[in-house]
């Protein structure tokens, strides 16, 4: 095992750990968007409705998000 092999996979380390952080803030995001929007429907006394357009709006809004994300690593 030369020098180039031993940087090679240290240099991967990294990859798990981010994809495990990424997952628990995602959970945590979405678990907390559930709870307001529970909250909000029980405010209202009502289910939580969103038509399709309001879906489609935030699908979006994720995309751009996601998109913003992707391009931190570019400067």
Same mark, same amino acid.
């Given at each position: 095992?030369? $020098? /180039? =092999?031993?940087?090679? *996979?240290?240099?991967? =380390?990294?990859? !798990?750990?981010?994809?495990?952080?990424? $997952?628990v803030?995602?959970?945590?995001?979405?678990?907390?968007?559930?709870?307001?929007? $529970?909250?909000?429907?029980?405010?209202?006394?009502?289910? !939580? =409705?969103? /038509?399709? /357009?309001e879906?489609?709006?935030?699908?979006?809004?994720?995309?751009?998000?996601? *998109?913003?994300?992707?391009?931190?690593?570019?400067?």
């Open positions: 095992m030369n $020098a /180039s =092999d031993i940087e090679t *996979r240290t240099g991967e =380390d990294w990859k !798990p750990k981010l994809f495990v952080i990424g $997952a803030v995602g959970a945590l995001v979405g678990v907390g968007a559930a709870y307001l929007l $529970a909250q909000q429907a029980e405010l209202e006394g009502s289910k !939580p =409705d969103i /038509s399709g /357009s879906g489609v709006k935030l699908g979006i809004a994720v995309l751009g998000l996601l *998109r913003q994300v992707a391009s931190l690593g570019e400067k």
